[in-house]
């Protein structure tokens, strides 16, 4: 806590703020969101248009993102700091994604999230247009629901962009306290404990879309994940154990990713 | 102007027209036309049949087009200039596309137009041979509608090729005062005010039919972008503004393309 | 013709026959050879078991196909002679294709074809083991039929591979005039005149499978290419000219080839 | 056999075990296990969490598998050595794979088996969790059956892995004398006589699964392999010869797999 406050106090200085050397900590976070960012562009996840955020360590009053850019694009001087009105905490010239409300609103809104993963992942649209549920098959995190947020209901006619807090709000509100929501004919949002596992979850999002597409395609009942099912294998991705779980996957992912898509930094 | 009739002459000295140095903005309206041709190619939205053309920037009667090769293979001196007759403005020896005439006809009908892709999009085919219209669910450029085009219903019996000007006028008939006209069999010809946004266009064309098609496999009744919504989203993207709407998206492709095609020039 | 009994000659003297320096002609057909096994690997036309063989450009009792190899790792060495027994013209101890008889007998019984691929096509094989025929939506060489060749109806119960002269003959049979057939449970047979046609077809047979496929997920009546509009579209095809036809897409598929699979000698 | 019993004395010595110099049969095991890994993981069988062992050479009761890691980054020196319980034959703090139980309850129930695949198979999934069985187009080691696995009927509500002796035995005798058996909501287990052969079955069962799946999206019936079919193939494929059968595939995907995934030791 000691640590926080002075980060914020540091912070705060006029000035100094953007060139003060960041903290290990941080610089993880950092490090994750940028991998983070190649991962869902090369796992297919996000076209040019998604984006993933972080909370910052140091402030839960504040969130990580890039500047605007496509995914598979972004090093780790795109990273800007955001704070949770969705607006940025410094001066920048650069530009900004119109639906970083998503993420500012969902931050104050559960505590509990520390990144958030907008994506227009192909085989999740189709369930936000269609009146059939996005139900696990080995989705865990899919518990309690995923629900579904058109712009329409909230706000009439819009071009579907979360452009602004009110939005936000209203989607933050539909999500509740689900891991993933669907945006009607635009794409989902995915919620986490770290950026690892929003990466892990939007992926397997995609994939449990694919599963559940094919299962229909074949015809008759499907059998999907219990509740009591999804409550013990959360229980077990809950717990960070070295080779397993998304840390597993982290590796393997970052890999490909770099390989595909250059430096960094 | 001055700037257009000046170009004008420029190229009508009879033997200097194609050693004339081209303008900056020519120059870039061409590495525009070779960027795109690899783009379609890397995005699969082309084969090795499709192409694409650009308004001349300095003649409104004139468009850019590459000789009659694959997009993929497409480089910087591999464009030729052609009339709004579809022939030549210089001779040259080398082959050129049997369908040129998709591009000439919609430059004569539509003003507004500078710039033509044709596709084989392998998702919008089908669309092309069915019942089944094609819809926006994120394509907000699908309206007024997105009309099919047979040479059946206007030529009889053809090898489906657009190889005259009266099918060319034809198909642009077809077109109207649309962004995308399927042809039966065959493809997809997308229009736009530049390079750029032919390119989006054309790319998310197959990217909406891909939406249709699974939403359709998961059945029941589907909520497709209202006119009003689609009106909005195209009003935003209309605007071109740095790392926003189509030059977030060209940006990626334009490195993806480079980085699996080699040497433009 | 003197050219083709000087090389007849030249090929009967014993000992010399495997050493002689390869025509221009020959030559151009076994690069062909090796960089169509590659392609067709490279689109995913075949996995580890189709081939493609050549008739022998100056004797017409012999095909030239490589050793039993994945035709992705295909090199010129690999390339064996083959009489129209389906046997080789040299011993030689490597392995040799067990369905060599597929090729033998359609050179045996059509001498218009001078090249046959034999490929797992993933998207046709589903179309040999039900009632649905592969029709053509863009595929003019699909008439006059794409007929279905069963073992079991020739010759009962049997492992699928035409590794006999009887069940070469049978599947020629079924094959006739036509330049595609199914192999039910198994893959193709597709037929042309030469290398690079036979390429083109086998890679816009699989294309065409999924675009029929999709139709019918779509579902209503399909608007099939009318066999007037095929035999228009062939005429075009059969024409050699540069920069058209498989032509365009020979030069796109070779750089790919090449590119992804190393050294062809 | 008598080799057999020295390299079973030879492991027994105390504290030497770890570091014999392996045999020449023991070192191409641990080659073909990482190669293995390698190419389930290039062909898209295995995400993140599959894994693959063999049977050890000198010692039925002893097996080999990575340390839990994804398969497409396993080395040479993650290579353990389990006993027949699924626990560690020598002491190390590296994580193992938690559902290693899948692997010794087979092997502890089939003497035939040396070498079995988990998988995540996409396209195998849906078929786990519909009432579809997945029948042979072409995968003739489909027969007698390919059976489904449920934790809830053996346990009633588990986290789905497989990770005690129990859930393994469970699995084991779900599987019997088959060569691939289902995993509700989960996967597959594939068995076979050798490392090749089981990555064999391993690729064409998905490769099957996406038949089967076209072939019910084609409607109408389907015309499957006859068992009397299948037993002529699998004699074939039994008998190992060079340039047929897995051995002419795992030629192919291994030059795949390590140009794409680098070093493996």
Redo the contacts between chains.
């Keep these: 806590m000691a640590k926080k406050r002075q980060a914020a106090r540091a912070r705060k200085k006029p000035g100094s703020a953007g060139k003060a050397r960041p903290s290990a900590e941080l610089k993880a976070v950092i490090d994750d969101l940028v991998i983070g960012n190649r991962i869902l562009y090369v796992q297919d996840v996000v076209?040019?248009?998604g984006h993933i955020s972080a909370r910052h360590p140091h402030d839960p009053e504040r969130f990580l993102m890039s500047?605007?850019?496509?995914p598979?694009?972004v090093v780790a001087s795109d990273i800007m700091e955001f704070g949770l009105d969705g607006e940025l905490t410094r001066p920048d010239a650069?530009?900004v994604y119109?639906e970083r409300f998503i993420h500012s609103e969902v931050y104050r809104a559960r505590p509990d999230v520390h990144a958030v993963v907008h994506t227009?992942s192909?085989?999740v649209?189709?369930?936000s247009?269609?009146?059939?549920p996005l139900r696990p098959?080995?989705a865990a995190f899919f518990y309690p629901e995923v629900p579904v947020f058109?712009t329409?209901a909230s706000a009439g006619?819009?071009?579907?962009?979360i452009s602004n807090s009110a939005l936000g709000k209203a989607l933050a509100q539909t999500l509740g306290q689900n891991s993933v929501a669907l945006m009607?004919?635009?794409g989902n949002v995915v919620v986490a404990p770290s950026v690892r596992v929003a990466v892990y979850r939007a992926i397997y999002t995609e994939?449990n879309a694919?599963?559940l597409?094919?299962?229909?395609?074949?015809?008759?009942?499907?059998?999907?994940?219990?509740p009591?099912?999804a409550a013990?294998?959360e229980?077990?991705q809950s717990r960070h154990?070295?080779?397993?779980g998304s840390d597993?996957?982290w590796?393997?992912?970052k890999?490909?990713a770099l390989a595909r898509t250059g430096k960094v930094r």
Tied chains: 1, 2, 3, 4.
């Design positions: 076209d040019g248009y500047r605007a850019r496509a598979g694009l650069r530009p119109s227009h192909p085989t649209i189709p369930f247009v269609t009146q059939v098959i080995r058109d329409r006619w819009t071009n579907l962009l009607r004919g635009h994939a694919k599963l597409l094919q299962a229909k395609m074949l015809g008759g009942p499907i059998t999907y994940l219990a009591e099912e013990l294998m229980t077990v154990r070295p080779g397993h597993r996957t590796e393997m992912w890999q490909e």
